[in-house]
Nanobody, 126 residues
Framework: QVQLVESGGGLVQAGGSLTLSCAQS????????MVWVRQAPGKEREVVAIVSKSGDTQWYADSVKGRFTISRDNVKRTVSLQMNKLNPEDTAVYYCAAYWTVKTRATFDRTEFDYWGQGTQVTVSS
């Protein structure tokens, strides 16, 4: 089993920055691609960023490209999401997720993942 615990959510003004972190325990961290997913009230779940198993490639949704940065530390077993230039449309519950894959590059090829964290609320005020 894999356990994922997010932290770092909160309230921030538009234009501000926030960093989310996710700590993993359980199976070998480096065998899983890591994902940040968000869900706003009344909206569908959105995959916002993916980082490959080694951390050398990333994928971003168009809605966050250029503003968000995903990274991972395979020694510390953590994945982070640096969020800059936040706007009210970024308000959502953010989930860390993991999935096993043979692919070495970060690839958006699914919306269902093997393991999920409990989520952390991000609220951006205008």
């Amino acid at each position: 089993q894999v356990q994922l615990v997010e932290s770092g959510g909160g309230l921030v003004q538009a234009g501000g920055s926030l960093t989310l972190s996710c700590a993993q325990s359980g199976r070998t961290f480096s065998t899983y691609a890591m994902v940040w997913v968000r869900q706003a009230p009344g909206k569908e779940r959105e995959v916002v960023a993916i980082v490959s198993k080694s951390g050398d490639t990333q994928w971003y949704a168009d809605s966050v490209k250029g503003r968000f940065t995903i990274s991972r530390d395979n020694v510390k077993r953590t994945v982070s999401l640096q969020m800059n230039k936040l706007n009210p449309e970024d308000t959502a519950v953010y989930y860390c997720a993991a999935y096993w894959t043979v692919k070495t590059r970060a690839t958006f090829d699914r919306t269902e993942f093997d393991y999920w964290g409990q989520g952390t609320q991000v609220t951006v005020s205008s």
